[in-house]
């Protein structure tokens, strides 16, 4: 009962403290840390300890499934060179470094160094997206970080299993059979994800009660990570090819009637936000009950955090500033603001602190393995750091760069693309104008509807004349009509990169409300 009591205060302070960032409009990842970390040292607090279970399948596929899901595919195409090599050879790069450092500056042995390095080589999925939503970062620029996120873990967790079994063996290690593995998790977990995704779509297909929608939206990440790990593949990569895959079709798979409700009951919402609050309080609640853990001769630790912190830093702006060039919408030179807000933006968060709470606590023969506590607290301080400090100054960088767009932007962007949709139903209405399956008293409705729309004038109904009734009918069946006219057109902008997904989303939604407020026919 203690546990369940502690787990739901956790639940409730959470909440909490992530209401109060979004009022006062600070990043909660960072707001939650700071709130956790101040709990902690409060005396009297109870010392958590996290099963690293806990967090790898309770937390992370929801979370990591909500992340990809929200990752447009089309504008994923448009920078997958620069995710591609930040994904691979980033992650190698910091790997290789961190361990180096880590080498040189803690006592940890080389091995234990490069289990360090391979623990805080990626950036975080579930921070980048919590830090990105509050920003207004061209799309090209935000989709490059979050692919990366999404992407780099599966390298990174990878890279993570090989230094592990190094660490632990009392024998050598076949690099062969480790590359062999790289290859089984990370493509292995790529067709899992891929067929599990092609499964819920045909589901999805054929399903029409919300609530079966809502079950399905929480049970497939579950599903995915579950069955690649039982398959020895990569639970990670499963949950974000599926995501991703389901994401960029998952319009596609239901009608307006349960997207409205899907977003009203808005289920799968609640559990990402909580699971979001709690997970990054739990990263400050950690920190103080690691350090009490830590054995002696190893006082120096946050000196060597913050060492390792600005490191990770300067090799990723390193990396970022030739790939600068590419991201930008006009080749040109490199852009030191492009890359120093993609550098600042690539945080830290709940995955490596998954990954070193994993770490095994003895070796193959069964001794203590030696410098893990020292590892722990070294990674959770580097979380720390890039929640709290890049976290908090994440927008004033992205303003000081002069990258961020102008909430005009956006809307002057939905409004060109209300008006385009109006004129293409207007164009089909003239098309079917004459027919005489359509009456014109409820063709002349639907135009002077659409006028309005144009002119952003309301619109004013008579439907007390004579054949109402029956003309209110044509007029509902040729506004379905023109919506799904409308809706094409909206796809079609879509994919011809002339708007984002973000309009789409949101225009959609519109059309939507529309469709279902027109009721039966």
């Not at 919590?130 to 490059?144: D, E, F």
Request: proline share 5%; with cysteine; hydrophobic share 50%.
């Amino acid at each position: 009962m203690r546990a369940v009591g502690t787990v739901l205060l956790l639940v409730v302070l959470a909440t909490a403290v992530a209401t109060g960032a979004k009022r006062w409009r600070i990043p909660a990842p960072s707001l939650l840390v700071l709130v956790g970390l101040g709990v902690a040292l409060i005396p009297g607090t109870p010392e958590l300890h996290i099963a690293p279970e806990t967090i790898g399948l309770v937390v992370l596929p929801p979370l990591l499934y909500a992340s990809a899901e929200e990752l447009s595919l089309r504008d994923l195409r448009s920078v997958w060179k620069p995710v591609i090599i930040l994904a691979f050879g980033l992650v190698l790069a910091s790997a290789a470094v961190i361990g180096l450092l880590g080498a040189w500056l803690t006592p940890l042995s080389g091995a234990m160094a490069f289990v360090l390095g391979t623990v805080l080589a990626s950036t975080d999925p579930v921070a980048v997206t919590a830090l990105g939503r509050r920003l207004a970062l061209p799309g090209r620029v935000q989709m490059l970080v979050q692919g990366e996120s999404l992407f780099n873990d599966a390298t990174s967790l990878v890279m993570f299993k090989v230094a592990v079994a190094v660490a632990v063996s009392t024998t050598a290690v076949s690099w062969t059979q480790a590359g062999g593995e790289f290859f089984l998790l990370a493509g292995g977990g790529t067709v899992v994800g891929a067929a599990i995704a092609g499964v819920v779509a045909l589901i999805r297909r054929r399903t029409t009660d919300p609530v079966l929608e809502t079950v399905i939206a929480l049970v497939t990440p579950y599903a995915a990570y579950v069955l690649a790990e039982e398959l020895h593949t990569s639970g990670v990569t499963c949950v974000v090819i599926a995501g991703v895959l389901l994401g960029r079709s998952g319009h596609r798979l239901t009608d307006a009637r349960i997207r409205l409700q899907l977003q009203l009951q808005a289920v799968y919402a609640v559990v990402v936000f909580l699971l979001e609050s709690v997970v990054f309080a739990i990263v400050g609640l950690e920190l103080p009950t690691l350090v009490r853990d830590l054995p002696a001769g190893t006082g120096a630790w946050p000196l060597q955090a913050l060492a390792i912190a600005l490191a990770l830093i300067a090799l990723r702006l390193l990396w970022m500033l030739p790939l600068s060039a590419a991201v930008k919408p006009t080749a040109g030179r490199p852009s030191w603001q492009l890359a120093a807000v993609a550098s600042w933006a690539g945080t830290r968060g709940v995955m490596p602190l998954a990954a070193a709470l994993s770490i095994p606590l003895t070796t193959q023969n069964h001794q203590p393995l030696q410098g893990r506590a020292l590892v722990l607290t070294l990674t959770t301080a580097v979380v720390i750091f890039t929640l709290v400090v890049q976290g908090l100054s994440l927008a004033a960088v992205v303003n000081r760069s002069g990258l961020a767009l102008e909430p005009e932007h956006t809307a002057r962007e939905e409004a060109d693309t209300r008006t385009a949709l109006a004129r293409t139903a207007l164009i089909h209405l003239d098309e079917i104008t004459g027919l005489e399956t359509v009456p014109d008293a409820a063709l002349d409705r639907v135009r002077r509807r659409l006028d309005a729309q144009l002119d952003q004038n309301a619109d004013s109904d008579e439907t007390g004349a004579p054949g109402a009734q029956t003309v209110l009918a044509a007029y509902r069946e040729l506004r379905r009509e023109v919506i799904a006219v409308q809706s094409a057109e909206l796809r079609r902008l879509y994919d011809d990169h002339e708007i984002s997904d973000t309009t789409r989303r949101r225009l959609q939604h519109e059309l939507d409300l529309e469709e279902t407020g027109l009721g039966g026919t």
